[in-house]
Structures are given as structure tokens and as C-alpha cells.
């Protein structure tokens, strides 16, 4: 499985855009890139899924380089309700694979 | 998207005593179902694989004895936490995924179930 290095933490204002950067520099052929938000005391949500150039969907954008050992989650307009723990996930894409999560990103929106 | 449902939300039980948790993928079946604890300000800790019909496979430094897993049907999987102490007290999370034959490429999580035990 691969390992991902994220900020253990970041702040940002209201109505701006964040970007969060995940290191997977040995990142295999056949594993996606994952990201899902956690509030306090519930269970991870799923936010987007890629494996190379961009994705986007109502709520994010992954930004994936060409040689795949990074990504980047982009949030546009963040507010308060946003604030949550961030994680980036690697691995085999098919669902039955297990999953690993490093340490996540504490975000923090500030009013 | 697919909705997996833990039960109970949270419980407190007593020192000594066992605790079930039960794990249903609501619209889907579920090949596989992964079993996590978490810790405050801790990321999540995977403890188990549970496949469908066959044993569950535990991670490095898990009791298996302790943290009994049962994956009888493809719509349920339970964790008995036995003889609970204090110590386990813990956010425990499941996942749930379609195995290879599914069309979703996510795993999807239930909301955790918070066990206190006093």
C-alpha cells in the first residue's frame, strides 16, 4: 500500500479556496487516489476519486501531475460547515482492497 | 450513494462485559467488510478484513480472540468486542465494498458506533 504525506494541518478564511497536497511517491500502476472528509464522531465520507489529470464534481476538484506521485484536493468557497479532517488514500481501486489511512489534514475554516 | 448503517450509535457497558456491533450495507452486498477503531485525534486503524462466508483476516497486533468478527451474510457483519475494558473504549468504524464484481470503486463507511465502557 502506498504511503501518503499530507499537512497535518491548515487554516483558511471563509468563501476560499483550499488546496490540499497529498505525497504518494510510490504510488503503483494501478491505484487511484482517494480523499475523503471526516466530521468529529462520524464515519468518513467519500469526496472524489481519480487516477491521472483532473476530476471534478459538485463538491471538489483532484489534480492529479503526470507522473502521479502527488494530487491535490481543491475545494472552492469554503465555508464553515467544511471544516473537517481530510484524508488521501492510495491503493488498488477495486473495492475489496483494504484501506489505509494515514494521519488526514485538520481544516479549519475560520469565519 | 450506497449506505452502510452501524448499530448501536454508541454504547456504554460495563468492564468485564462483551459489546456487539453490527454493520449492514442497506443496498448493496457486501463481499468484504473492513472493521477500524479510532482514537481521539488519531486517524482511523484498520483491525480486520471480514470476507463473506470465510474467517476474518486481523492486522498486526489485533486480538482476534478479543475482537470477534462474524461476516455470516453479504448484507451483515458484526465486531463483539469480549470482556471489554476500559482501554477499548474507542470510535469503531466499518466499511463495506461490492468485491471485485461491483461497479463502485469506493468503499463505503458507516457513521462508527462510540464505545464507552466504565
Known amino acids: 500500500l502506498a504511503k501518503t504525506t499530507q499537512p497535518i494541518s491548515m487554516d483558511s478564511y471563509e468563501g476560499q479556496e483550499v488546496n490540499i497536497t497529498c505525497s504518494h511517491n510510490n504510488i503503483a500502476t494501478n491505484d487511484y487516489i482517494t480523499w475523503y472528509q471526516q466530521f468529529p464522531s462520524q464515519g468518513p465520507r467519500f469526496i472524489i476519486q481519480g487516477y491521472k489529470t483532473k476530476v471534478t464534481n459538485e463538491v471538489a476538484s483532484l489534480f492529479i501531475p503526470a507522473d502521479r506521485k502527488s494530487s491535490t484536493l481543491s475545494l472552492p468557497r469554503v465555508s464553515l460547515s467544511d471544516t473537517a479532517v481530510y484524508y488521501c488514500?492510495?491503493?488498488?481501486?477495486?473495492?475489496?482492497?483494504?484501506?489505509?489511512f494515514g494521519i488526514g489534514t485538520k481544516l479549519q475554516v475560520i469565519p | 450513494g450506497a449506505v452502510v448503517s452501524q448499530h448501536p450509535s454508541w454504547v456504554i457497558c460495563k468492564s468485564g462485559t462483551s459489546v456487539k456491533i453490527e454493520c449492514r450495507s442497506l443496498?448493496?452486498?457486501?463481499?468484504?467488510m473492513f472493521w477500524y477503531r479510532q482514537f481521539p485525534k488519531q486517524s482511523l486503524m484498520l483491525m480486520a478484513t471480514s470476507n463473506e462466508g470465510s474467517k476474518a483476516t486481523y492486522e498486526q497486533g489485533v486480538e482476534k480472540d478479543k475482537f470477534l468478527i462474524n461476516h455470516a451474510s453479504l448484507t451483515l457483519s458484526t465486531l463483539t468486542v469480549t470482556s471489554a475494558h476500559p482501554e477499548d473504549s474507542s470510535f469503531y468504524i466499518c466499511?463495506?465494498?461490492?468485491?471485485?464484481?461491483?461497479?463502485?470503486?469506493?468503499?463505503?463507511f458507516g457513521q462508527g458506533t462510540r464505545l464507552t465502557v466504565v
Open positions: 466499511s463495506a465494498s461490492g468485491g471485485p464484481e461491483a461497479r463502485s470503486t469506493e468503499a463505503f
Open positions: 488514500l492510495v491503493g488498488d481501486a477495486r473495492g475489496y482492497q483494504k484501506v489505509t
Open positions: 443496498d448493496f452486498q457486501a463481499t468484504t
